[in-house]
């Protein structure tokens, strides 16, 4: 091979390599501001809902009835399980929202799953005082331990209107 040809390509190398190296940096340091930037506007389903006093208090007016439960297998041959039941609001204040925790139980009475779910989403109408309303949630594991009975529902949320 002729010695100018050979040494042009030497010559290049670096720059190839060095234009590589930038291109590199730039997409990392695009991908870590996009990270920065969307740290803090998560979906707002999954961040939890305040239960200071005042909401702590509304949830001693809350009670569920008529619990139901069925399980169905899905498309893909998995076992869902619905629970289901009556929710009402005995108090005065109207709630837009309800988060509650599932805690499922073995026959030792333990619990061995605890799902956290929201009844009301911000797109449901105010369960005003003295308003009852149906409510279903799916749980797609439960493991095989489960006693079978009705899992323990406690509110942990709540945003009144």
Do not use: C
């Amino acid at each position: 091979m002729p010695e100018g040809i050979q040494s042009e390509e030497r010559s290049s190398f670096p720059i190839a390599f060095a234009l590589g190296a930038a291109i590199v940096l730039l997409l990392v340091g695009g991908l870590v501001l996009a990270s920065r930037f969307s740290r803090g506007k998560g979906n707002p389903a999954d961040q939890r809902l305040p239960f200071g006093a005042a909401e702590q208090a509304a949830a001693g007016r809350i009670h569920f009835s008529d619990p139901e439960m069925a399980r169905a297998a899905n498309f893909l041959n998995q076992e869902v399980t619905y629970i289901g039941g009556v929710i009402s609001n005995d108090g005065v204040a109207a709630i837009r929202e309800v988060e509650v925790t599932l805690e499922f139980h073995d026959p030792f009475n333990q619990v061995i799953l605890r799902e956290t779910r929201r009844l009301l989403g911000p797109n449901a109408r105010a369960l005003g005082g003295g308003e009852r309303r149906d409510f279903q949630v799916s749980i797609e594991y439960v493991p095989d331990e489960w006693n079978q009975q009705y899992p323990t529902i406690k509110v942990t949320g709540l945003l009144l209107q």
